[in-house]
């Protein structure tokens, strides 16, 4: 398997691979060029962000705007990320319809093994992040990986997801975890 084969599916690759740095590079300047961009070019930014990532339909993502592919990125129809947002898609980022992050959200499919040996080797490896559809992220909140997160949820602003997150449900926290039903009360 290739170094990039490895990555996606979630085995321990080098990062420093030639394909691999090339492709974070493209990303990297896609992504300045969606940062330096100016309030009015929207056709600019929206057809950077297609030649990044996969999108479904509409979406609208104010700047800075961070990824470390792109092309493990999946949005789906009206998705909306508020400024600082961060996507680490070294394994696929998932995102259903109508979903809003709100400012500084990081959403991380990387990590690293535990072993001091492994890290010190530039080995890595990631686990895929799912959002359903109708999920609203709070502000600097932080996705980690291998999270799943269930239809029609909120999760609260600073809050650290590190487990799924069951459909139709409130998480907040540090960890986050499940305070109550999105229909508690009123609907």
């Known amino acids: 398997m290739t170094e990039k084969e490895k990555m996606l599916a979630g085995e321990l690759y080098h990062h420093l691979d030639p394909e691999l740095v090339a492709a974070h590079k493209r990303a990297v300047a896609l992504t300045d060029a969606f940062n330096r961009s100016l309030p009015g070019e929207e056709d600019v930014r929206q057809r950077i962000i297609r030649e990044l990532v ?3 339909g509409g979406f609208y993502i104010e700047q800075s705007f961070r990824c470390d592919y792109g092309f493990n990125i999946y949005l789906g129809d009206r998705f ?3 400024y600082d947002c961060v996507i680490l898609d070294v394994c696929a980022v998932k995102i259903g319809d109508d979903v809003l992050l709100g400012p500084g959200v990081h959403i991380y499919t990387a990590t690293h093994p535990t072993d001091p040996q492994a890290r010190k080797s530039h080995l890595e490896y990631g686990k895929p992040v799912s959002i359903g559809s109708n999920v609203w992220i709070g502000g600097r909140s932080v996705i980690c990986p291998g999270v799943t997160i269930g239809d029609h949820c909120v999760i609260g602003a600073g809050s650290v997801v590190t487990r799924d997150i069951p459909a139709d ?3 907040a926290g540090s960890p986050a975890r499940v305070i109550k039903s ?5 609907r």
Request: positive net charge; hydrophobic residues 50%.
């Open 54 to 56: 996969h999108a479904r």
């Open 80 to 82: 909306f990320a508020n």
């Open 182 to 186: 999105v229909f508690d009360g009123k």
């Open 169 to 171: 449900t409130v998480a």
